[in-house]
């Protein structure tokens, strides 16, 4: 871990002000911002052994579940987004899918669409909610409770049946952008670029790590999800001049190699194709000088999405060092590393840039601060939120 001192004071501030250890405060959840601080808190207990942070990372799921689980107080309908009564609601908090948790309420069937609105408006966003499973996906693993991954098995079925369609009758399926909060019609028809790949990435994951929980086959039922995902990631370029997407990028290739590595599936989509868009993402952004801007004009969490994406890469060249057997591909795998390696110091310049009290007192920053902030701390401490398998777990599950 890097600057722990930072990290843990990230993280002691994120939980007093968003109401999650100061019960004076309304709780501010916020689904991506959220998946993070879990695996912050996850990754904090692993490095000190502190519980208290293991009860942060619980009650945060909890408060999520609880608050973006269920219509707010503002919106006219009430219960869980699930339709479920209380009792089986709390039982199954995410059956329903789980609000962004914007400010604003959703667009209703009758008004325009103003693009700049919709950025503000509450919904379903289909990244957000993979982001989730990955959170579910780690408490499981770290508390070995099985309740954790059922809860993220319910999010994917409902998730894949909400967000995917068929344009026409036997054509493959795509993806909406944005549902509304009961998941009953879109708000962004659009499909977005790097959704597939997200989809197609987690559910494999899910699936290796409820067969590592013990969790039967048949009550994982993702394997009609992932073919209509493999035929959306058919033929796609990745490539992006968006560091947070080429981020996400070379975080999905260092996720399906833990995957292969891990259960032997076989990968619909291989890390060194991913990592020959990554390239030509990264080319773009250095090219285009926008990471030597002053701070007003730079995006915090985007560009820390980079960094993390970028720890990733180095999460992945030591997997291909130890296990190369079992991975395809590894020889492509390490070439493509080593074409990539000349941009590993971007993650420390981006850390380093952000860590400076003075940068942090522009618009910028302080407009997002929670998201900001937690994903400085997530990459200044990668490992929980990177590992399909925290380590230390599966190392004592092996040695049973």
């Not at 400085?376 to 399909?388: K, R, W």
Request: hydrophobic share 40%; glycine share 8%.
């Amino acid at each position: 871990m890097r600057h722990p001192s930072a990290v843990q004071d990230i993280m002691r501030e994120f939980a007093r002000s968003t109401g999650l250890s100061d019960t004076s405060q309304k709780p501010r959840r916020y689904l991506w911002t959220d998946a993070f601080a879990v695996c912050n808190f996850l990754e904090l207990y692993r490095q000190t052994g502190e519980e208290g942070y293991l009860q942060n990372a619980r009650k945060l799921v909890e408060q999520v579940h609880v608050v973006l689980g269920r219509y707010s107080k503002e919106d006219s309908r009430s219960g869980w987004l699930s339709g479920l009564d209380e009792k089986a609601g709390y039982q199954h908090p995410t059956r329903g899918g789980l609000r962004i948790g914007k400010q604003l309420p959703e667009r209703e069937p009758e008004e325009p669409f103003d693009d700049r609105l919709e950025w503000d408006r509450d919904g379903q966003y289909f990244h957000y909610l993979t982001k989730w499973m990955q959170a579910l996906t780690r408490m499981a693993a770290v508390t070995g409770e099985p309740r954790y991954q059922h809860w993220a098995l319910d999010l994917a079925r409902a998730a894949h049946a909400g967000f995917t369609y068929s344009p026409v009758p036997g054509a493959s399926r795509r993806m909406y952008w944005k549902m509304s909060i009961d998941l009953s019609r879109p708000l962004v028809a659009s499909m977005g670029h790097h959704d597939p790949l997200d989809a197609l990435t987690t559910y494999m994951e899910l699936k290796a790590c409820s067969g590592r929980l013990g969790i039967p086959t048949g009550e994982v039922a993702l394997d009609n999800a992932i073919a209509d995902c493999e035929a959306m990631c058919a033929g796609i370029s990745w490539a992006t001049d968006d560091s947070l997407g080429t981020g996400g990028l070379m975080v999905d290739a260092f996720r399906l190699a833990q995957i292969q590595a891990l259960s032997d599936y076989p990968l619909p989509v291989e890390p060194a194709h991913l990592l020959a868009d990554c390239g030509t993402g990264l080319e773009a952004i250095v090219h285009s000088g926008s990471l030597a801007y002053p701070a007003q004009y730079r995006l915090p969490f985007r560009e820390l999405g980079l960094a993390i994406g970028l720890h990733a890469l180095a999460g992945l060249r030591n997997l291909v060092e130890k296990s190369p057997g079992g991975l395809s591909q590894a020889g492509a795998i390490g070439t493509a590393l080593e074409g990539l390696q000349r941009f590993a110091r971007l993650a420390s310049e981006i850390e380093e840039f952000w860590l400076q009290p003075a940068q942090r007192h522009v618009a910028t920053w302080r407009d997002h601060l929670d998201i900001n902030s937690v994903m400085l701390a997530t990459s200044l401490a990668p490992d929980t939120y990177l590992s399909v398998i925290p380590s230390e777990l599966a190392a004592r599950r092996h040695s049973k």
